[in-house]
């Protein structure tokens, strides 16, 4: 049977070879969507308990470090008395790596049970992440608070040799690995003008490729150096590092981190800066228009809050073009839906009224919400055909008309002259000034069968940070700040111009051209460059 279909399909002027591939391609769909199933369910935020697990785990392991760190650097009187001082740094620093280490241990059972496809109470990962919250910011306080019994002035001494740290296994975990103990002292005792050697020396590490050790010197300033001239752009650098690790998990960090940094300097002069970085971790999360849309709408409401409160700034043209890519991806979404209801259950099923309902509905959300999609000229047509079958041909007709008027290179403008003979609409003009606009650029059979594979929305990203870049030639944010001890130059100091946010925020792009014009820009895997900040 299965060989009667291909010489039937070879009849009508379609290759094996093609048949093949797409088999292959619906295969690999079908594969990739069994893939997402299988990561586990999706919360309303958007997040599989996988990745919140792996975010957890990320957050609880950075804690340990930064613990495990501070107490080998306490600076406290170990007599050898058995009592146990409350008051002792150590001991505080102690208990605390104790509850990070408890939850720790907590979280990894439980993504081991999720490995296994084993059951589980999966509310308990709302209290894990609550505890994990509470236990961070806890975190912090303490060891902002013991800064002082690490500080090298310390005139007190102690006896007390923290236990070495093991390296990593090598080999298979048969050989001993080299103990990473390169900036203990660093990070173990406080000095004047240490920030800076941290500041510098984590930058270093960063762009080595070796993020966690980044973090851990970016976070000893922060918690050890409240009064630094660097603790801004400390905090900042790590919302960077995650972002320039790329993986799912570091993605949603470096989304967090940049919403942290913006709720403490709401009005630094790169806040517009890490509003757009915030929307692209969640582009660089988006999947294809089939598939769950989450992270696109995530991202279309964070771009319209940064083009709402940033309206002069150098940025406006990204976030633009950023947006209708996102808003063609959300677009496409709907009419995919729209085709299904329209082509397969209401024509299919000979005129079920639920098919034609659900098919007008999205189409409509397109009109109304996406009025420069690439396809507009598809959406009014089948728009328009819904109100024919509803027998309102006066709804119907506007549809076609604008249709013609506005799309006159459209393969549909001949049909909705029909319809609208049929129907005995005049037929409007087209637009003088549409007629020589080039039509939306279509995606090819293999590109199509390449974003099946890669399970990736065609969108425009910037790969790089806004204090780092990916090849760096010296020129960075962070380099002119390392220069000027920690204040960036003259040109991003002052605020730029903002205003207040509003309830409702209106689309960006209110653009009068129609969609039909819009071709595809710069892929994915091509970030654009960074644009340095200008007086």
Same mark, same amino acid.
């Given at each position: 049977?299965?060989? %009667?279909?291909?010489?039937?399909?070879?009849? $009508?002027?379609? %290759?094996?070879?093609?048949?093949?591939?797409?088999?292959?391609?619906? =295969?690999?769909?079908?594969?990739?969507?069994?893939?997402?199933?299988?990561?586990?369910?999706?919360?309303?935020?958007?997040?599989?308990?996988?990745?919140?697990?792996?975010?957890?785990? %990320?957050?609880?392991?950075?804690?340990?470090?930064?613990?495990?760190?501070?107490?080998?650097?306490?600076?406290?009187?170990?007599?050898?008395?058995?009592?146990?001082?409350?008051?002792?740094?150590?001991?505080?620093?102690?208990?605390? !790596?104790? &509850?990070?280490?408890? +939850?720790?241990?907590?979280?990894?059972?439980?993504?081991?049970? @999720?490995?296994?496809?084993?059951?589980?109470?999966?509310?308990?990962?709302?209290?894990?992440?609550?505890?994990?919250?509470?236990?961070?910011?806890?975190?912090?306080?303490?060891?902002?608070?013991?800064?002082?019994?690490?500080?090298?002035?310390?005139?007190?001494?102690? /006896?007390?040799?923290?236990?070495?740290?093991?390296?990593?296994?090598?080999?298979?975990?048969?050989?001993?690995?080299?103990?990473?103990?390169?900036?203990?002292?660093? *990070?173990?005792?406080? #000095?004047?003008?240490?920030?800076?050697?941290?500041?510098?020396?984590?930058?270093?590490?960063?762009?080595?490729?070796?993020?966690?050790?980044?973090?851990?010197?970016? *976070?000893?300033?922060?918690?050890?150096?409240?009064?630094?001239?660097?603790?801004?752009?400390?905090?900042?650098?790590?919302?960077?590092?995650?972002?320039?690790?790329?993986?799912?998990? /570091?993605?949603?960090?470096?989304?967090?981190?940049?919403?942290?940094?913006?709720?403490?300097?709401?009005?630094? /002069?790169?806040?517009?800066?890490?509003? +757009?970085?915030?929307?692209?971790?969640?582009?660089?999360?988006?999947?294809?228009?089939?598939?769950?849309?989450?992270?696109?709408?995530?991202?279309?409401?964070?771009?319209?809050?940064?083009?709402?409160?940033?309206?002069?700034?150098?940025?406006?043209?990204?976030? !633009?073009?950023?947006?209708? &890519?996102?808003?063609?991806?959300?677009?496409? $979404?709907?009419?995919?839906?729209?085709?299904?209801?329209?082509?397969?259950?209401?024509?299919?099923?000979?005129?079920?009224?639920?098919?034609?309902?659900? #098919?007008?509905?999205?189409?409509? @959300?397109?009109?109304?919400?996406?009025?420069?999609?690439?396809?507009?000229? &598809?959406?009014?047509?089948?728009?328009?055909?819904?109100?024919?079958?509803?027998?309102?041909?006066?709804?119907?007709?506007?549809?076609?008309?604008?249709?013609?008027?506005?799309?006159?290179?459209?393969?549909?403008?001949?049909?909705?002259?029909?319809?609208?003979?049929?129907?005995?609409?005049?037929?409007?003009?087209?637009?003088?000034?549409?007629?020589?606009?080039?039509?939306?650029?279509?995606?090819?059979?293999?590109?199509?069968? =390449?974003?099946?594979?890669?399970?990736?929305?065609?969108?425009?990203?910037?790969?790089?940070?806004?204090?780092?870049?990916?090849?760096?030639?010296?020129?960075?944010?962070?380099?002119?700040?390392?220069?000027?001890?920690?204040?960036?130059? &003259?040109?991003?100091?002052?605020?730029?111009?903002?205003?207040?946010?509003?309830?409702?925020?209106?689309?960006?792009?209110?653009? /009068?051209?129609?969609?039909?014009?819009?071709?595809?820009?710069?892929?994915?895997?091509?970030?654009?460059?960074?644009?340095?900040?200008?007086?």
């Amino acid at each position: 049977m299965f060989f %009667s279909h291909v010489r039937k399909v070879q009849r $009508h002027g379609i %290759s094996r070879l093609a048949f093949f591939l797409a088999g292959t391609g619906a =295969m690999i769909a079908l594969l990739s969507s069994l893939t997402m199933a299988q990561t586990g369910s999706q919360t309303p935020s958007g997040l599989s308990n996988v990745q919140r697990l792996d975010v957890m785990r %990320s957050k609880l392991e950075a804690l340990r470090r930064s613990l495990d760190s501070a107490i080998a650097g306490v600076n406290a009187k170990d007599s050898g008395d058995k009592t146990k001082d409350a008051d002792d740094p150590r001991a505080r620093l102690r208990s605390l !790596e104790k &509850e990070v280490g408890s +939850l720790l241990s907590e979280v990894n059972d439980i993504h081991a049970k @999720e490995d296994r496809a084993e059951k589980y109470d999966a509310s308990r990962l709302d209290g894990l992440e609550t505890s994990t919250t509470e236990l961070k910011n806890r975190v912090d306080a303490v060891l902002q608070a013991t800064a002082g019994a690490r500080s090298t002035n310390t005139a007190t001494s102690t /006896s007390y040799k923290p236990k070495p740290e093991k390296g990593k296994r090598r080999l298979f975990g048969l050989l001993p690995g080299k103990q990473n103990d390169e900036y203990a002292e660093l *990070t173990g005792s406080v #000095a004047p003008g240490r920030d800076r050697v941290l500041f510098i020396d984590a930058a270093k590490e960063v762009r080595k490729g070796n993020h966690e050790t980044g973090r851990l010197l970016f *976070t000893t300033i922060i918690t050890t150096y409240p009064d630094s001239p660097y603790l801004a752009l400390a905090k900042l650098a790590i919302a960077d590092s995650f972002y320039l690790e790329g993986t799912t998990s /570091s993605l949603i960090q470096a989304g967090q981190a940049y919403q942290d940094w913006l709720t403490y300097f709401p009005t630094d /002069s790169l806040s517009c800066d890490a509003m +757009l970085k915030v929307a692209e971790t969640e582009m660089r999360q988006m999947g294809l228009s089939d598939r769950d849309i989450s992270h696109a709408r995530k991202a279309e409401q964070r771009l319209k809050v940064m083009l709402q409160q940033c309206p002069k700034t150098r940025l406006r043209p990204d976030a !633009e073009l950023r947006m209708r &890519e996102v808003q063609d991806n959300l677009a496409m $979404h709907n009419l995919q839906i729209a085709r299904f209801y329209y082509d397969a259950r209401y024509k299919a099923s000979k005129g079920a009224k639920g098919g034609l309902k659900g #098919a007008q509905d999205r189409l409509k @959300e397109i009109v109304e919400k996406y009025p420069n999609f690439c396809l507009m000229d &598809e959406v009014l047509f089948r728009y328009a055909t819904t109100y024919q079958e509803e027998e309102e041909p006066d709804e119907a007709a506007k549809l076609y008309q604008q249709l013609v008027r506005d799309y006159p290179n459209s393969q549909y403008v001949d049909k909705a002259k029909e319809q609208l003979n049929i129907i005995g609409a005049p037929i409007p003009d087209p637009d003088p000034f549409k007629k020589d606009l080039p039509l939306c650029e279509k995606v090819g059979f293999m590109a199509n069968m =390449m974003q099946q594979i890669s399970d990736s929305a065609n969108v425009t990203t910037n790969h790089d940070g806004i204090l780092f870049t990916r090849n760096s030639d010296g020129s960075d944010l962070i380099d002119q700040a390392i220069n000027k001890n920690g204040v960036l130059p &003259e040109g991003v100091q002052h605020a730029m111009q903002r205003t207040a946010p509003a309830r409702s925020v209106v689309p960006a792009n209110n653009s /009068s051209q129609p969609a039909n014009s819009a071709t595809r820009t710069t892929p994915a895997t091509t970030p654009t460059p960074t644009p340095q900040p200008k007086p």
